[in-house]
């Protein structure tokens, strides 16, 4: 019964073959099986399976996550890379050697990394907000040392967005890779976001008591990613001895998901993507409207040619939207699609060393804090 609703649903349009794409389109999914959802509420996280490719400490433990931390020497400036918070862990971020981009950063001379390990959400969970995330963002940043380097990657982008608005002083530079930030700009995400009304996403969290389960969405895709989907990821062939291991690391990593609070969830569908309230000056983070003017630190933007979760329209958009001037701005597109940004060999081999050198280098006649 479920694989034959999977093929309807797929064939009717209305479900993307992409895992990525499931916060807005477990909306749509839950219209059309809806009577198919265990009774039961989210499944109580479980312990990774999947090593870490870095070794890492555990520097501070919060509500919201583990902070990680990856460096390997204790001075020198900083870089937080902040995970996005969706359907999979933050192994994202650290998948396989020549896949990592905690790796890359430290091969390209950023000795002091740490990471975002974002929790699964348990029922006591249920009532964090993106404030919430904003605020323990704030504690480690303040445990590790500000300014920081921020890098976030896809939705974790926005959320390093909002935090340098809200904190400019504690931002030294800021990546932004594969972000959604403008909405208005026609994406997969977007088209997902709008076209389910807002009940619908209401009894979705409901539905999970108060969460939103991501082992139950993953239950219901029409299409898990394929052998092909994986070589387009990781943009290498996996015919090898390490390509069957690569594979088997990515079907256990895929296969692990993570529950997201419901009221967080609610505010990222409604709030960011719905409304589009970041771009449009509206959002109010930690009890003050964020404006993205005042956002001056120097900003690098990579977005994938072939993204399309976030286009490189889109990604790129930011620029225009924030108080750095061009000159501090810098931007570059990959052959790549949206988790190739973060896990691919050919983007690790050539994205990633520039914005470790971006990171690096002094940047003449960088703008000051006041300005």
Not at 287 to 312: E, M, N, T, W
Request: aromatic share 8%.
């Amino acid at each position: 019964m479920v694989e034959k609703t999977a093929k309807q649903t797929r064939g009717s349009g209305h479900a993307p073959d992409d895992p990525r794409l499931w916060p807005f389109a477990a909306a749509q999914l839950a219209m059309d099986a809806w009577f198919w959802w265990l009774e039961r509420g989210p499944a109580e996280p479980r312990d990774s399976s999947v090593p870490w490719t870095t070794p890492n400490s555990v520097a501070l433990e919060l509500a919201t996550m583990q902070l990680r931390d990856c460096s390997q020497i204790r001075s020198g400036q900083p870089a937080l890379v902040c995970a996005p918070y969706a359907l999979h862990r933050a192994l994202i971020a650290d998948f396989a050697s020549g896949h990592s981009v905690v790796q890359s950063l430290q091969n390209g001379g950023i000795d002091r990394v740490y990471l975002t390990d974002w929790r699964s959400a348990t029922s006591d969970m249920r009532y964090l907000s993106i404030d919430s995330y904003l605020g323990d963002l704030n504690v480690a940043i303040d445990e590790i040392g500000a300014p920081v380097d921020l890098v976030g990657l896809c939705q974790g982008g926005w959320l390093s967005l909002l935090y340098a608005a809200r904190f400019p002083a504690k931002v030294r530079r800021l990546v932004l890779v594969g972000a959604p930030v403008d909405l208005s700009i026609d994406s997969s995400l977007s088209r997902l976001a709008r076209n389910a009304p807002g009940l619908v996403y209401d009894q979705l969290v409901a539905r999970g008591g108060g969460n939103v389960s991501g082992e139950e969405m993953l239950r219901f895709w029409s299409k898990a990613p394929d052998n092909d989907d994986i070589v387009v990821a990781l943009q290498r062939d996996l015919s090898d001895e390490r390509g069957t291991a690569l594979l088997a690391r990515f079907h256990r990593w895929n296969a692990e998901t993570l529950n997201l609070p419901g009221t967080y969830y609610l505010e990222i569908v409604n709030g960011i993507f719905r409304e589009n309230l970041i771009a449009r000056d509206n959002f109010v983070a930690l009890g003050r409207p964020i404006h993205l003017k005042d956002v001056k630190a120097p900003i690098f933007l990579l977005a994938g040619l072939d993204d399309d979760v976030v286009p490189a329209t889109q990604a790129l958009a930011t620029a225009g939207l924030v108080g750095t001037p061009p000159t501090f701005i810098a931007a570059a597109s990959e052959p790549s699609n949206h988790l190739g940004l973060f896990m691919g060999a050919r983007t690790h081999a050539h994205a990633w060393p520039r914005i470790a050198e971006w990171l690096r280098v002094d940047l003449p006649g960088v703008l000051a804090r006041s300005a």
